[in-house]
């Protein structure tokens, strides 16, 4: 897998190839609000390990890999958004969603997929989940976290 800083780059060329349009380094610079340097050298990067088609002043092309990973990335992102909606995390959700997607494998991702979708199958659930959590704020299992940690 790649690190996080080079999934955004894939993903905004990604998401601009979609769009039919040709890219530049210079454009997901703009786009990215980000120095050129660091977006060539992301480029490069994602050029030698076969995720896009990257050379100096011409437009950057997505390779087979770089559009399968690119599809997978966007796809985690969804499933982990919908997790955490189910579970109600609303605060440092972005953090929350980066660590669990670079740390849970593919077999973990899996069963959250399944729950997901058991779960959106079966409203119902979701109602009495959120019932739970309104009767029942304090948990057995997890001990709090001493003041000076949080």
């Known amino acids: 897998m790649i690190s996080t800083s080079l999934e955004m780059y894939l993903i905004e060329i990604y998401m601009q190839v979609e769009s039919d349009e040709e890219i530049t380094c210079s454009d997901i610079a703009r786009s990215l609000d980000v120095p050129i340097k660091k977006v060539i050298q992301a480029a490069q990067r994602l050029h030698y390990q076969k995720y896009i088609q990257y050379t100096t ?27 955490l909606d189910i579970l109600q995390i609303t605060e440092n959700t972005a953090l929350e969603k980066e660590t669990m997607g670079q740390y849970l494998s593919y077999e973990a991702l899996s069963q959250i997929e399944q729950f997901v ?9 979701l109602n009495r989940y959120k019932l739970y959590l309104k009767k029942n704020s304090a948990t057995s299992i997890l001990e709090p976290i001493p003041e000076e940690e949080r």
Not at 60 to 71: S, V
């Open 117 to 125: 979708t058991f779960v959106n199958s079966y409203p119902e659930i």
């Open 57 to 83: 002043y011409q437009p950057i092309t997505m390779t087979k890999k770089g559009e399968k990973l690119a599809k997978y990335i966007i796809s985690k992102d969804k499933l982990l958004d919908n997790f």
